[in-house]
């Protein structure tokens, strides 16, 4: 982490300091050591991260925990003396949060299961016991399969696909040379069979919920896409006016598959006590934003940025506390370094990105450039990351000021220098993963509105 954290730092100070351009002052040696030294010898980014994802925990968008990570990024900000520490909002919808989950298997014989309420699904009123069936649901075609079948029941919508052998390593480090191999950019493609299974994705579940509580049933489960015990919880019915009828929840594969299979040859009852809450007070998100002044206010700006905001089943420590802290403890170093680059770098943590990179596509409709929303009403429904092929693209009057973008994300980290590429459609970075997360969407969406605001 500290030499991604020294790198990042170096790099935003090339930005500023532009040597690609004619006449411009050589790069300064004493000032990259003074750089890397504060990072790998006086550093702060392990406790950063510490708190983030110890104190704080996992960061759902408009929980109580994303407002309390939004409250004391600006702090720590404002004790670095960073300037023009605010927040800017855009809307959202409900917040949700996990006061606390059971599931457990009732009969043939009581077994404590592993499994996450799915994310904006609603609580079950206390403990909710009922019979299953295994009706797995794929598309629409197979709702008339079960109608009639389900009323009272708790619905297994999963295939029970079985496991799979690992033929691959799960993880190796590649050396530089390989990593190099990577550093391609990839051109934007439209391939209209893949977006309309990204669409189906989005849509289907709202369908499957309506089916279910149309038919009585009380709750549903769904198998977890990993083995090893491992549930996420991921949902994304967030919206006002869009949030599902009956609870669910997500099951470890083990888990599920155990229940299937007992289903084959006689009743199976589970128990669950989904205790979640909706935070309705605030139906903003809000992006974090603090710069770091350049000497010259005609020389536009260079942005560092990275999503604060989580899933809720784990501490939101790799995805992406770990680029929050980077992007924090780089805004440390400069500031304390009493540094004064040409440019002004601001420094951006995103809310809302694990829905649909919604804060920085707020920060590029209110500051860059904007994009028509679809004419499909589906479309415009599901928000910016759907509308990412409609033209035209109007750039706003500070699309010009900003000179580039560095991004720190779960996996990768990338950076692009000039202001076309923020008007791009670039869906993946050179290494692979997500690009920039404000890397050319120029999405189109109403004017963030006023928003609390803490300022030095």
Same mark, same amino acid.
């Given at each position: ?9 170096? &790099? !935003? @100070? ?34 950063? +991260?510490?708190?983030? %994802? ?27 003396? !960073? ?8 809307? &959202?919808?409900?917040? @949700? ?37 295994? %009706? ?6 197979? *709702?008339?399969?079960? =109608?009639?079948?389900? +009323? ?18 799960? &993880?190796?480090?590649? %050396? ?5 191999? !990577?550093?391609?950019? $990839? ?9 309309? =299974? ?21 709750? @549903? +489960? ?23 009828? !009956? $609870? ?15 289903? #084959? ?7 669950? /006590?989904?205790?979640?809450? *909706?935070? /309705?007070?605030?139906?903003? +998100?809000?992006?974090?934003?603090? /710069? ?5 206010? =005609? ?15 784990? /501490? ?27 440019? #002004?770098?601001? *420094?951006?943590? @995103? ?13 590029? %409709? ?19 990351? &759907? ?9 706003? $009057?500070? *699309? ?7 991004? #720190? ?48």
């Amino acid at each position: 982490m500290r030499s991604l954290l020294v790198r990042h730092c170096t &790099f !935003l @100070w090339l930005l500023t300091v532009n040597p690609a351009v004619a006449g411009a002052p050589p790069v300064d040696g004493a000032t990259l050591n003074r750089i890397a030294d504060a990072g790998f010898n006086h550093g702060e980014v392990v406790e950063t +991260a510490a708190y983030l %994802a110890d104190q704080i925990g996992g960061r759902l968008t408009n929980s109580p925990a994303m407002r309390a990570a939004e409250r004391w990024t600006q702090s720590r900000f404002l004790a670095w003396g !960073l300037k023009n520490v605010h927040t800017e909002g855009f809307d &959202f919808g409900r917040g @949700w949060w996990i006061e606390s989950s059971q599931v457990r298997l009732v009969a043939p014989r009581p077994l404590a299961l592993r499994a996450i309420p799915v994310a904006w699904t609603p609580a079950t009123a206390g403990p909710l016991t009922a019979s299953v069936v295994v %009706a797995p649901l794929r598309t629409e075609r197979d *709702f008339a399969n079960w =109608k009639g079948k389900l +009323a009272g029941k708790i619905v297994l919508v999963t295939w029970p696909e079985p496991p799979k052998d690992l033929t691959e390593v799960p &993880f190796t480090r590649m %050396a530089d040379g390989e990593t190099g191999k !990577l550093n391609k950019y $990839p051109l934007p493609h439209f391939d209209p069979e893949e977006r309309g =299974k990204r669409i189906e994705s989005q849509t289907f579940p709202g369908k499957v919920d309506d089916f279910l509580a149309g038919e009585g049933a009380v709750a @549903w +489960a769904r198998m977890s896409r990993l083995d090893g015990h491992l549930v996420h919880g991921e949902g994304y019915a967030y919206q006002v006016g869009k949030t599902r009828r !009956l $609870p669910g929840v997500e099951l470890a594969a083990e888990d599920y598959r155990r229940i299937t299979r007992l289903a #084959t040859v006689g009743e199976v009852r589970l128990e669950i /006590d989904s205790r979640v809450h *909706f935070e /309705d007070g605030d139906q903003h +998100a809000y992006n974090v934003l603090a /710069d770091l002044p350049g000497r010259d206010p =005609k020389a536009g700006y260079v942005m560092a940025g990275a999503h604060l905001d989580s899933w809720i089943a784990g /501490d939101g420590a790799a995805d992406n506390g770990a680029g929050s802290a980077v992007i924090m403890e780089a805004a440390r170093i400069l500031a304390s370094l009493d540094l004064k680059p040409k440019r #002004t770098i601001r *420094f951006a943590l @995103w809310a809302g990105e694990e829905q649909g990179l919604l804060g920085s596509a707020a920060y590029i %409709a209110q500051h860059l450039a904007h994009r028509p929303v679809p004419e499909d009403p589906v479309l415009a429904a599901l928000g910016p990351y &759907f509308a990412t092929d409609t033209f035209p693209v109007e750039p706003l $009057p500070g *699309f010009a000021e900003l000179a580039g973008y560095l991004s #720190t994300t779960a996996r990768a980290s990338c950076a692009d220098s000039t202001p076309r590429a923020i008007s791009r459609s670039c869906r993946r970075c050179a290494s692979g993963w997500r690009h920039s997360t404000v890397s050319a969407r120029a999405w189109s969406s109403p004017t963030p509105p006023a928003a609390p605001t803490t300022s030095s």
